[in-house]
């Protein structure tokens, strides 16, 4: 059962930090070495492992479940005990990471601003008027797209005076 | 050839920013039809800030917004998870392209941008700090 909580050990950390994919088929191969398994078995195993908490988080499962449902497959009641433990431990993290890859249309990555003023032009030698620039850099599918555009400075109050009570909005919702 | 000569007059009073009856009538040469230097002046003048306000607008400029629009969502589920409560801002930004290249007939685009809170926050704490600047300005 020590070589089940190693092993789970490595699984969650893989799924906390979907990225470090490398850290994990190393953290894997020198699992099997250590406990003198062949890789190749154990990959499928541990395919087979991963299903239950994808599946888990996509149905939103609450750890007896998926306790239940590792019984069900065939694992020790200690084994699965322990697994669904480390689950709930690990749910917020795994939920958050879930919600984050949700769908985002044009999403706002960054924004830039200057501000200045016109001072002249071929139609007027004086002008004097203040514009605010703002770049913002959205984000469309996987390309970085830059929008420039300009506003008064009524717009701009505008514009701040609106974005607060969006933030008013979207804090009555959470 | 008059109305070549009237563009080319008033272009110049735009361009300077006289206001004054006496800097534009000093403009006219010495033997004009006084009546009608008068008539012209008066004219002019009525018609000078409509004027440079429509020079300032066709000004050249980066895309001007014209206007904005938002609404906020609540996402209830996604193919990675199936029950969520996250709300989400989706904002309209209509945007025109440079009048001064379009013209008579001025090119409109819409862009939809979405947000999360923590974008929203992070673009209130700019458009803060973008405030604050301009107090400053202003009081110096």
């Known amino acids: 059962s020590q070589q089940f909580s190693a092993l789970t050990e490595v699984l969650f950390r893989f799924l906390t930090e979907p990225k470090e994919v490398e850290r994990f088929l190393t953290q894997l191969s020198d699992f099997a070495t250590m406990n003198k398994i062949s890789l190749g078995p154990l990959k499928n195993i541990v395919k087979s492992i991963l299903l239950v908490p994808n599946g888990a988080l996509k149905r939103n499962l609450s750890p007896e479940q998926v306790r239940a449902d590792f019984i069900a497959l065939g694992l020790s009641e200690e084994k699965a005990s322990y697994f669904a433990e480390q689950w709930k431990v690990n749910a917020p993290t795994l939920t958050r990471l879930a919600v984050g890859q949700t769908l985002m249309i044009n999403q706002l990555v960054d924004m830039e601003w200057k501000f200045g003023v016109t001072a002249g032009s071929s139609e007027l030698e004086k002008v004097g008027s203040i514009f605010l620039q703002l770049k913002l850099v959205i984000k469309k599918g996987s390309q970085m797209e830059n929008v420039y555009v300009e506003l008064t400075l009524p717009q701009f109050y505008s514009f701040l005076h609106e974005m607060e009570r969006v933030k008013t909005s979207l804090e009555s919702f959470s | ?140």
Not at chain 2, 75 to 99: F, H, N
Not at chain 2, 107 to 127: M, Q, R, Y
Request: proline share 3%.
């Open chain 2, 1 to 140: 050839q008059l109305v070549s000569a009237l563009h080319n007059l008033t272009r110049h009073i735009v361009y300077r920013g006289l206001t004054r009856a006496e800097d534009i009538l000093s403009l006219f040469p010495e033997n004009f039809h006084q009546n009608l230097k008068n008539l012209l002046t008066k004219i002019i003048l009525e018609n000078i800030s409509a004027w440079r306000n429509e020079a300032q607008a066709s000004q050249i400029s980066l895309p001007r917004l014209l206007d904005m629009d938002w609404r906020v969502d609540i996402k209830t589920s996604s193919d990675s998870i199936s029950r969520m409560a996250v709300p989400t801002c989706l904002l309209q930004l209509k945007i025109q392209e440079d009048v001064a290249l379009c013209g008579d007939s001025p090119v409109v685009s819409a862009l939809t941008l979405e947000l999360s809170k923590e974008t929203l926050d992070t673009l209130l704490e700019g458009l803060g700090r973008i405030r604050d600047q301009l107090s400053a300005v202003a009081n110096k």
